[in-house]
């Protein structure tokens, strides 16, 4: 059987991605920064108080003290959003509010609360009664955070809510990202009906569409199509088809992989796809290939199958295709709570979930108690990661310790 790691260096290497394009910072939730960003105007943009209080020259007020407090008089109200600039001489000082441009002359704030008549008597006289610690004290400094022409967000980083506000803050009002990854959801199976109708026997309900879409989707993918098809004819070429009028970059196939007499994938694809056995479990058979530049993935049927083989191979290359930095989760190490049984010779992706109890020690177990059985939909539900077990390892013991993929 080929590894895990050998068949995601075949898909990897079938990645292309899309040229750029410039949108606005409105419309960049959830893309990828196809270059750096970089700031407009620096951050701050000028040195500004980082307190409400007085704008003073230190050393009028270096030894003031509640015992012998210094006056000083107000000759300036700088507001937020005000351009002024007022000239401070020795004994003056202004008022301002947080957020304000600092006067040129002034090289310290005084907090209202450091003084004696804090903001009820701030208009006329500054009496302070306790010394800024340093010169420069409560001052927010230009370009502290960021100097103009700096690189505020590198090129593969995901633009989330915190990123979007960097880039607003520092100018930044367009960027250039990576098009969403058009995908296309094919579910096969003569078996397969819609969630919710009557079953006669022998009939389930589709829940993989679902699933694959709403796992494209979480990965940055536009999913532009979806179907599904029987397990007789020429439905999977059908759909290829369709697929490439839309302009499809990746077309995902559940079912009709494996080695049974109605493999409908294989048979309709076998030409435009290579089906091999990996030594993962659940998920050891897959097709992969690519035709004009779109990939086209084979998962098996059993939703805890396309799930796993999903995370796996399809969403790193969804990823890679959006040229994001990182295209694995990250892993941690956690001890097993209980004891479970693993495939010989096969990497074992199994649900799990993290038990909390003791937040100190947090442990991993199966999330149901059918373990990893690929059909087990329901108990895929309660999963919030998986517990990576090496093909070499032939048994879980309470207490060993586990990789462990948080979702």
């Given at each position: 059987?080929?590894?895990?790691?050998?068949?995601?260096?075949?898909?990897?290497?079938?990645?292309?991605?899309?040229?750029?394009?410039?949108?606005?910072?409105?419309?960049?939730?959830?893309?990828?920064?196809?270059?750096?960003?970089?700031?407009?105007?620096?951050?701050?943009?000028?040195?500004?108080?980082?307190?409400?209080?007085?704008?003073?020259?230190?050393?009028?007020?270096?030894?003031?003290?509640?015992?012998?407090?210094?006056?000083?008089?107000?000759?300036?109200?700088i507001?937020?959003?005000?351009?002024?600039?007022?000239?401070?001489?020795?004994?003056?000082?202004?008022?301002?509010?947080t957020?304000?441009?600092?006067?040129?002359?002034?090289?310290?704030?005084?907090?209202?609360?450091?003084?004696?008549?804090?903001?009820?008597?701030s208009?006329?006289?500054?009496?302070?009664?306790?010394?800024?610690?340093?010169?420069?004290?409560?001052?927010?400094?230009?370009a502290?955070?960021?100097?103009?022409?700096?690189?505020?967000?590198?090129?593969?980083?995901?633009?989330?809510?915190?990123?979007?506000?960097?880039?607003?803050?520092?100018?930044?009002?367009?960027?250039?990202?990576?098009?969403?990854?058009?995908?296309?959801?094919v579910?096969?199976?003569?078996?397969?009906?819609?969630?919710?109708?009557?079953?006669?026997?022998?009939?389930?309900?589709?829940?993989?569409?679902?699933?694959?879409a709403?796992?494209?989707?979480?990965?940055?993918?536009?999913?532009?199509?979806?179907?599904?098809?029987?397990?007789?004819?020429?439905?999977?070429?059908?759909?290829?088809?369709?697929?490439?009028?839309?302009?499809?970059?990746?077309?995902?196939?559940?079912?009709?992989?494996?080695?049974?007499?109605?493999?409908?994938?294989?048979?309709?694809?076998?030409?435009?796809?290579?089906?091999?056995?990996?030594?993962?479990?659940p998920?050891?058979?897959?097709?992969?290939?690519?035709?004009?530049?779109?990939?086209?993935?084979?998962?098996?049927?059993?939703?805890?199958?396309?799930?796993?083989?999903?995370?796996?191979?399809?969403?790193?290359?969804?990823?890679?295709?959006?040229?994001?930095?990182?295209?694995?989760?990250?892993?941690?190490?956690?001890?097993?709570?209980?004891?479970?049984?693993?495939?010989?010779?096969?990497?074992?992706?199994?649900?799990?979930?993290?038990?909390?109890?003791?937040?100190?020690?947090?442990?991993?177990?199966?999330?149901?108690?059918?373990?990893?059985?690929?059909?087990?939909?329901?108990?895929?539900?309660?999963a919030?990661?998986?517990?990576i077990?090496?093909?070499?390892?032939e048994?879980?013991?309470?207490?060993?310790?586990?990789?462990?993929?948080?979702l």
């Amino acid at each position: 059987m080929r590894t895990v790691e050998q068949q995601l260096e075949l898909v990897l290497a079938q990645v292309r991605q899309r040229t750029p394009v410039t949108v606005g910072i409105d419309d960049a939730q959830g893309l990828t920064l196809a270059s750096d960003a970089r700031a407009v105007t620096a951050v701050p943009s000028f040195d500004n108080s980082a307190m409400d209080g007085f704008a003073v020259r230190w050393a009028d007020v270096a030894e003031a003290a509640p015992e012998h407090p210094v006056t000083l008089r107000v000759i300036a109200d700088i507001p937020a959003g005000s351009s002024a600039d007022p000239a401070i001489r020795p004994g003056e000082a202004a008022r301002i509010m947080t957020g304000s441009p600092t006067p040129t002359d002034a090289d310290a704030i005084v907090p209202f609360e450091d003084t004696a008549g804090g903001l009820d008597d701030s208009l006329d006289t500054a009496v302070v009664q306790r010394a800024p610690r340093a010169q420069g004290a409560h001052i927010r400094r230009a370009a502290a955070d960021t100097a103009a022409g700096d690189i505020v967000l590198a090129a593969g980083t995901l633009l989330g809510p915190r990123q979007l506000s960097a880039l607003a803050s520092a100018g930044i009002a367009h960027v250039e990202v990576a098009p969403r990854p058009r995908v296309a959801i094919v579910s096969t199976g003569s078996e397969l009906v819609a969630a919710g109708s009557a079953l006669r026997r022998g009939q389930i309900p589709e829940s993989n569409g679902i699933l694959l879409a709403g796992l494209a989707s979480e990965a940055g993918a536009e999913v532009v199509l979806r179907r599904v098809v029987d397990d007789e004819g020429d439905g999977p070429a059908a759909a290829v088809a369709e697929a490439r009028e839309l302009d499809v970059d990746v077309i995902v196939f559940s079912g009709g992989v494996s080695a049974g007499a109605y493999e409908v994938v294989k048979q309709s694809l076998g030409e435009s796809m290579e089906f091999a056995k990996i030594a993962m479990q659940p998920g050891k058979p897959q097709g992969f290939g690519s035709a004009d530049g779109m990939l086209m993935f084979g998962l098996p049927g059993n939703p805890v199958s396309a799930a796993v083989s999903f995370e796996v191979f399809v969403r790193p290359a969804l990823l890679r295709m959006q040229g994001r930095a990182g295209i694995h989760r990250p892993q941690r190490l956690l001890p097993a709570a209980v004891d479970w049984s693993t495939p010989p010779g096969r990497r074992q992706y199994l649900p799990a979930v993290i038990d909390r109890t003791d937040p100190a020690r947090p442990v991993v177990r199966p999330a149901t108690a059918g373990g990893s059985g690929s059909h087990l939909s329901v108990g895929l539900g309660a999963a919030e990661a998986y517990a990576i077990v090496p093909a070499e390892t032939e048994r879980v013991f309470a207490g060993d310790l586990i990789e462990v993929m948080e979702l």
